[in-house]
């Protein structure tokens, strides 16, 4: 894998902030920006309904000059504003999933934007992001226009949302070395699903989910010991919480640099599927997310 991160620009506000945020992680990770711009032209008028023929835009056609102009005028914007950053710029005539899926293969990150709804409601994540999220097997960050400055995240935590029952290796290390980058502390959120039998012959007491929450209390503080000696620089704190992790992620993510989930790389009969929690978080959260693939 190469130390490049990849940047998916379609000009729009959301994707220039993805940009920026792309072009500080590069610094902070000592990695290349990569910025990518995925136009094909077509016509706007069907040939063959029309009865006319439409030949290909000229080198200076409107559309044609700004798609080549985009990616290149980004870079050199992000290159003036952040000193020593290494950043290259292309633009590729194919769709945006095709052209991202293949520029995203063995590199270090995939960076896009989402568009802010502002509030509670979050994001608003695209067809394009859905597919990507969906089908790449490259870390993705989700970055949506008006997120507080980069600057203010510095002091903010580190979210990581972890599954007791596949806790993958790569999902913890990349929450960890987030934190490590931003010199901050990871916190680390388990969703504690109650019982089938919960509420039934007097299984409902207090007692009863005190004794669940410790129980995922040891198994974190047990899967997340060794992680702790590997990174003894983070301050590692966990956390486990009655019902999904979804909303508490969210809640979570108002004070959060960056939230970090995973998405275990599996097929649906009509595709491939996002969890429920990933979706949960990647629409509402209010800090960049990152969605780790694993097997």
Do not use: C
Request: charged residues 20%; aromatic residues 4%; without cysteine.
């Amino acid at each position: 894998m190469s130390r490049t991160i990849v940047v998916g620009l379609d000009g729009s506000p959301e994707s220039l902030a993805a940009a920026e945020w792309a072009a500080l992680e590069a610094l902070r990770t000592d990695a290349h920006l990569r910025v990518v711009h995925a136009w094909l032209w077509r016509p706007r008028v069907y040939a063959p309904l029309a009865g006319v023929s439409i030949p290909p835009p000229t080198a200076d056609d409107p559309e044609r000059v700004w798609a080549e102009r985009l990616p290149h005028e980004t870079a050199a914007q992000l290159a003036a504003l952040h000193p020593g950053l290494s950043v290259s710029a292309e633009r590729v005539a194919e769709q945006p999933v095709t052209v991202l899926l293949a520029a995203a293969e063995n590199t270090a990150l995939l960076v896009l934007g989402s568009r802010g709804l502002g509030g509670v409601h979050g994001f608003l994540v695209g067809s394009v992001a859905q597919a990507l999220v969906a089908r790449s097997r490259t870390p993705i960050v989700l970055v949506r226009e008006g997120a507080a400055p980069e600057g203010d995240h510095e002091t903010r935590d580190v979210v990581l949302g972890l599954d007791l029952e596949h806790p993958d290796a790569s999902v913890i290390a990349f929450a960890l070395r987030a934190a490590t980058h931003r010199a901050t502390d990871l916190r680390v959120v388990h969703g504690l699903s109650l019982p089938p039998y919960y509420g039934y012959s007097g299984a409902s007491g207090a007692g009863v989910k005190e004794e669940l929450l410790a129980e995922a209390q040891r198994q974190l503080t047990e899967v997340l010991s060794p992680w702790r000696e590997k990174f003894p620089d983070v301050q590692v704190r966990e956390q486990a919480v009655i019902g999904g992790a979804g909303p508490h992620l969210v809640e979570a993510s108002q004070n959060a640099a960056l939230v970090v989930i995973g998405r275990r790389n599996r097929q649906s009969p009509v595709g491939a599927h996002i969890g429920p929690v990933t979706q949960a978080v990647m629409h509402h959260s209010t800090a960049p997310v990152a969605v780790i693939p694993h097997d």
